[in-house]
Each structure stands twice: as C-alpha cells, then as structure tokens.
C-alpha cells in the first residue's frame, strides 16, 4: 500500500471507488493508494486516511476494506452512536406539511394508496370506511404516498387534496415521482412532500450497459441532473414542500452502475448526488431512504448512508423500509429483519421522545395499503421500548463484525468421531439450522395440535396411564418424510429438538420415537440433570456454565457431546471455561425477555466478539423464548414474526449465528417451524422454498396484484432456490427483479410480459394465459420439478 501526503485546503476529496465526498475543507490530509481495479478503465485511487491536522477537533475519516480482499472501501467510522447500547442518532427536523420528522419527535408511519389517482371519487368520495384514505387515515397513519405518473394523474392530485380537506382529514399527503420532473413540479403546488427516485428522475431508464465514462463525461452527466432537478428544489423551497431522496436498489442508472456496480455503495452515491443540489440551493428539508428487497442489502445501504453522513457531517432524517417484500408472514419476516435491524440499533436514550435510526416507515405488503399499519406500529412499539429502556450490554471493544460486507461466521459443524454409534453430522445444517422445542405433552400427544384429528394418535396405555402416540404424528410435526412408517430428513425438516423433560426409562415406546429420530442424525438436546436421571443414549446434553465450572458435566460419560447456554453478557472469566471443556457440539444464545435493561442484540454481538477473539468456532444458535403473553391469535403471531426478525434476523443479517430456536407455549408447532425457516430465508441463509420478490402495488399496477399473486404462489411455491417477481408495472425497470430469476410484470392492461433476470423474453401475454406461460417458462429453462404427492 502506498502512501503520500497532501497538503493546502482541499475543498472536496472524491474518488469514485469510495464515493467518499467530504463536505469539510481539511488543512492536511494524509492520503493511502491502492493499486487500481482491474475492473475499472480509468486511473482511481482509494482515499484511505484523511487528518485533520487543525485544532478544530474533527475526527480522523479512515478507510478500510470492506472484507480481506475486497475492493469495497467503507469508512472506519461510525454508522450509529453507541456500538453496546441504544443511543439517538440526533437528526434535524423535516416538516411534512403538519407532521414533524426528526429525532426529536416519534417514527411517523406511512403505507401507499392502491387505486387509480385519476380516480377521484374512488380515492376520495366513496363512503368513509371504503374510501382508501380516509381508511389509512383512520388505521393511524401519519403520511399516505399516492403515485402520480402523468400530468392527469398531478390534475387530480388537486382535486384529491381538497376533498380531503373538505371532509377534515389534513394528513400530509406525498406524490411518488418517477420518469417526470414536470409532473413533481406540479404537483409540488399542493401535496405536502416529493419523492424523487435518483436512479430515473433525470436519468433514462437503466439498460444494464458498462459505460465507460471520463471524468468529463461524468461531470456533464452531474450537471444534466443539476439542470433538471434544481427547478424542484426551488419549488420545494417556495410552498415549503418536504423531499424524500428515495433510492432503490433495483433502479440504479447505468451510470451509478458502471462506476459503482448494483450495490449499496452505488445506491449511497446515487442519493448524494441529488443531496448535494439540494445543498448548494441551500435546501434542507429533505430525508433520504435506501430500499431493496433484499434485507441484508438494504441494511448494509442505510448503514454505509449514514456512516458517510457522519462524515460528511449532516444529520437527515431516514425513511426506512423493505421494498417489495411480499404478502402474509413473509412479508411481515423481510420487514422486520430489515427495518427491526436498523430500529434497535441506535434508539434515543430520551424517555421522553423514544423514536430512533429510521423517522418513518413503510412495510410494503402485497396487501390492502390499511394492512400495512399494524406492523408498522408493532416495529415503532419495539424500538420506542428498547429506546425508553435505554437497552444495552457492558461496553466492549467490536474489531471483527463486519457493517457493510455480508460475510457469514460460520460455526463449525459436529464431525463424526470413532467408535461413535449414531451419525451426529445432520443435527445442524450448514445454511442455517432449525431447532424446535418439543414438551413431554407433545410427545405423548405427538403434536401440538393434535387435539384436531383424535385418530392420528392413541395406541394404548402407558405406564403412566396415559395414552401412548402414534409416533407418525411426531415425525410430522417436524416436517420429517416417513416411508412405511420410518422417518427421514427432508429439506425443511428439523435439525434438532430440545426435550426439556425425557420420557420415563420404562416408557419403551417415547424412547424408540426419539431413538429413530437419533438414528436419522436429528440431535435430541437434554438437560444434564434429565440425562443424568434418566438417561437417553447418544442424546446432547445442555448445560450452562456454571455446570461447565463445578465440573458437573463430568458425572457424563466422556464421549458425551454437549451443549451450552450461555446470556452473552457474562464476564470474560465465566466465558473462558469455553476454551477448556471439549465436545462442545453448540452454543444457544438465550437471553430472556424479562431482562429489561439488557439488549439481546448487543450482548450476542459481545459474545461474538468474544468468540472471534479468542479463535473459538462453536456454532450459535439464537435461542428466543417468547413471553407468555405472546397468544396463538394472528396478533400474537405477527408479535412474534416481528420480534423474531428484528433481534435474531438483526444478528444473522451480520452473519452472526448458525441457527435459531424459537419456543412460545401458546404457539401452533407448525406455525414456529415455518417461521423459523422463513426466518433464515429472509436473511439469505437457508432456501426451503420459492422466494417472491411482490411490489405492494399502487396506482401504476395494471392488473389485480393480491389475486394474481396468490394464484401464481398456489402453484410454484414448491420450487425453494426459485425467486420469482410480480410486478404491477414495470416503472422501476427490470433492475427491481435484481433478486429474481423469473418476472411476472404488467405490461399494459391486460398483458403480461415475462422475464428472466433482467431480461424480457416474451411480451404481450394475455392475462388469462399468463400464469401458465410463466410455469412453461420456468420449465424450459430446468427449474421445475412437480409438487410432491401427499403423504
């Protein structure tokens, strides 16, 4: 690495690679080079230390490589406040209309209206509980977006705003702005905020071209969009108008492209670039927002913008959100992993205002936009509690997490050791692993829910009198394959289960459930003292560390594997027996609810932390036991999909842990094993099954979004390693399918165009032949397979 030294004031340091632009001048600045890319044409250098060497105070802006080897350079420096606890990231205030945006003030919530905007009277004048918003309005909406594409769609907007205003309902009102600077012009005179798309506002759609620029081609570019986009900017500035600098993932433009690639540094630059216009008219009442359908993508966007705010010093608010995240418990999943993420990572400390990183959201459903409220609030409600709570773990020094560059710590897997009996490879996947907690009652009942068919279960009595279960039922539940009446693995089976209370040594039949179940490398974990009572061969055995210390686990026989359970925030010395005792086949992560004060996300991330330091590979298992509170109603059920994806799904989307347990008593067995699965779906870990990237429709959707979808799931949602996207339209451009390998888009009424990847390879489809075409498709391209046969 090369290194040199450049004196006099440097009003702006740019350098592509980076996309690093420092709004400070700094005095002295001492500058490391990297060899260029071999990907890019042109001569760059990698900006790696800059210092201040003035009394000014400023922080010292270091670069580092994202990865060992990686290309990506990200600042050293902080994206939040406090890497231990819950902190406010303090931002300036942005008022939307009568609605105040900041850090001072709580998350503002928001959804999209789904009808026609020419249609004035659907939206506005039909009866007060059918009209779409007045419906948001009364759900609790703080804000509602409306697209507006055309110059009708901006003359209604008009007529819309003064109906509402007529009918006493002031909610500030937001225009959805692609392809149509004249269009947000107008429609800057009466709705309340803008948003802008950086990746089409001034730019053509995106054609996937690598185009080589000079850095006089470049700066023309950076001029056209100063040319198109400054008019707003000073009508924004005349009627008070708020902004949103909105920037997907998936509309990136052929430039941002070529320079930075379809990535979440691309994304940062492509908002900067309208940020700095915005700037220079000195207008600031603006917020930025950083989407993809991708979570992990979309964290590591937010976290690189606000990284780089620190820089640069500007203090914006954040509209966060999941683009496209689909309908049902999968949509609400992506959402919470997402949004969950960046909400419990810096929350204000101030009891008095609890909002935290994200000053409104959207969980985009494939839903009625009203749908979208009640997670909305569920996430606002978790970061308000963690923030009045000021949760945290004692502070520790974070050298290996990586914030910007997904790279999954992986655990190492159980390896099969001589003269051992049964195959203990299989208790955890190397994807991402499924644990379940099984109860005696269950497993004499052989299911949760099997109070619903009496006949599946029930052979005889047992010695304890009860009755003595069909095991089938058993196997069933954790999703095992059974040929003539003999369990197997599947690919969504369970890896492992967790039997708190082992069946009595005299109960043949439990006991030879649970031994098939060995048999087919499934782990049965146990507590030491059942084990020690009563015990079950080739069982693991859990133990904290306290067991670990006294030396109780000694009363096992050596070849015992063990288990482990640890809080994350116990002293380094109580950790360290870890690197003594041997047979450790995992660790669970359990840190319970009721702990107030304490962070579950902070103290994992210590005990990671811990780990890497000291070269300790245990696989993790994130093990959440949810309150008894948390009922089998679908309210409950949404608790738990969004506490489970925004405090597991915020460590896994870091590429920390290797599995997760999920027990909650009141909960359906098949309900937990799903989301589970879908769980380590939603952060990229584990495929089981199809994954469907669904816009949540708006009034550019061009068929029946929410009936086309359920069609096409009931029918290729057996195809895991298969994404398949559903678009409405095709306003973003193909680049919103950048996750998908299938596209199912709306082309014009009544037609369908279909793609691979970003690619359209049949267009004008009928709508009534288009689900079968898109079947077809998937066929003659390998991907298909046929439903499997019931059991």
């Not at 999920?662 to 359906?668: G, H, R, T």
Request: proline share 5%.
């Amino acid at each position: 690495m090369a290194a040199g030294a450049v004196p006099s004031l440097i009003p702006g340091l740019r350098t592509r690679d980076s996309a690093l632009s420092f709004a400070k001048s700094v005095d002295f600045a001492r500058v490391s080079c990297a060899p260029e890319q071999s990907r890019m044409k042109l001569r760059r250098r990698h900006a790696a230390v800059i210092r201040s060497s003035s009394n000014s105070g400023s922080e010292i802006v270091e670069l580092e490589s994202a990865a060992e080897g990686s290309p990506l350079l990200v600042p050293r420096q902080k994206y939040c406040e406090s890497l231990h606890k819950t902190v406010r990231r303090k931002t300036r205030t942005v008022m939307v209309g009568n609605v105040a945006l900041g850090s001072e003030h709580p998350i503002r919530i928001q959804t999209m209206t789904t009808s026609d905007t020419k249609d004035v009277a659907k939206t506005v004048e039909e009866v007060h509980s059918l009209s779409p918003v007045m419906r948001i309005a009364d759900k609790g909406a703080d804000l509602v977006r409306i697209t507006v594409q055309g110059k009708k769609e901006a003359d209604a907007c008009f007529e819309i705003k003064n109906k509402l205003v007529q009918e006493n309902y002031d909610i500030p009102l937001v225009a959805d702005i692609h392809f149509a600077p004249a269009v947000a012009l107008r429609v800057a005179e009466c709705f309340d905020k803008i948003r802008v798309n950086p990746g089409n506002f001034a730019d053509r759609r995106a054609q996937f071209e690598t185009i080589e620029y000079t850095d006089e081609d470049y700066q023309k570019e950076l001029e056209h969009i100063e040319k198109v986009f400054s008019p707003l900017v000073e009508k924004c500035k005349k009627y008070g108008r708020a902004m949103r600098i909105g920037t997907n993932h998936g509309s990136l433009s052929d430039r941002i492209m070529s320079y930075y690639g379809d990535s979440p540094r691309g994304m940062v630059e492509s908002a900067f670039e309208f940020a700095r216009i915005c700037r220079k008219l000195d207008f600031h009442n603006f917020v930025f927002s950083m989407k993809a359908s991708n979570p992990v993508v979309m964290v590591q966007a937010y976290r690189l913008l606000v990284a780089e705010m620190y820089v640069q010093g500007w203090d914006y608010p954040l509209h966060l959100g999941v683009t496209e995240a689909g309908e049902g418990e999968d949509g609400r999943m992506k959402s919470a992993i997402g949004i969950g993420t960046l909400l419990q990572k810096v929350h204000s400390g101030n009891t008095k205002k609890k909002d935290g990183l994200g000053d409104t959201i959207r969980v985009s459903l494939t839903e009625p936009p009203e749908e979208e409220i009640d997670p909305c609030r569920r996430l606002a409600n978790l970061g308000m509690q963690a923030a009045n709570l000021q949760k945290g773990t004692v502070p520790f020094e974070e050298k290996h997490r990586r914030y910007f560059d997904f790279q999954r710590r992986s655990g190492q897997l159980p390896v099969q050791k001589e003269g051992e009996e049964v195959d203990y490879r299989g208790v955890l996947h190397r994807d991402g692993s499924v644990l379940m907690s099984v109860s005696l009652d269950m497993l004499k009942a052989g299911s949760i829910n099997s109070d619903r068919d009496p006949q599946l279960f029930g052979r005889s009595l047992g010695p304890a009198g009860y009755r003595i279960p069909t095991p089938e039922l058993l196997y069933k539940s954790l999703a095992a394959k059974l040929a003539v009446g003999m369990p197997y693995k599947d690919l969504a089976t369970v890896d492992s289960i967790l039997l708190r209370e082992l069946p009595p040594l005299e109960d043949a039949d439990a006991r030879l459930a649970l031994k098939r179940l060995i048999d087919i490398s499934m782990g049965v974990v146990t507590p030491l003292t059942e084990q020690l009572t009563k015990p079950l061969p080739n069982a693991i055995v859990l133990v904290n560390l306290k067991q670990l210390s006294t030396g109780a686990y000694k009363l096992l026989p050596e070849v015992t594997r063990l288990a482990v359970t640890v809080r994350g925030d116990e002293p380094y010395e109580e950790l360290d027996i870890l690197k003594i005792v041997g047979d450790i086949t995992m660790l669970l992560h359990d840190l319970p609810y009721s702990e107030d004060k304490l962070s579950r996300v902070h103290a994992a991330r210590r005990l990671f932390e811990y780990l890497e330091g000291n070269s300790l590979n245990f696989p993790v298992i994130h093990h959440l036991q949810f309150p008894e509170q948390i009922h089998s109603s679908a309210i409950g059920r949404d608790d738990l999909v969004i506490m489970a994806g925004s405090s597991a799904g915020a460590l896994l989307v870091d590429g920390l842990g290797d599995g997760v347990l999920l027990e909650a008593s009141d909960q359906e067995y098949e309900f937990l094993r799903n989301t589970s699965f879908n769980l380590l779906q939603g952060c990229r870990m584990r495929n089981t099954k199809t994954e469907y990237v669904s816009c949540p429709s708006c009034g550019r959707t061009l068929f029946d979004l929410q009936e086309i979808s359920a069609q096409i799931r009931e029918k290729t949602s057996h195809l895991p390693g298969v994404s398949i996207a559903i678009m409405g339209c095709i306003v973003n451009g193909p680049g919103e399918m950048a996750d998908a390998d299938f596209g199912y888009v709306g082309g014009s009424p009544g037609k369908i165009d279909l793609y691979v990847g970003k690619t359209v390879v049949k267009r004008g489809i009928a709508m009534e032949h288009a689900t079968e075409a898109l079947i077809q498709l998937i066929k003659d391209h390998g991907r298909w397979v046929d439903p499997p046969a019931e059991d």
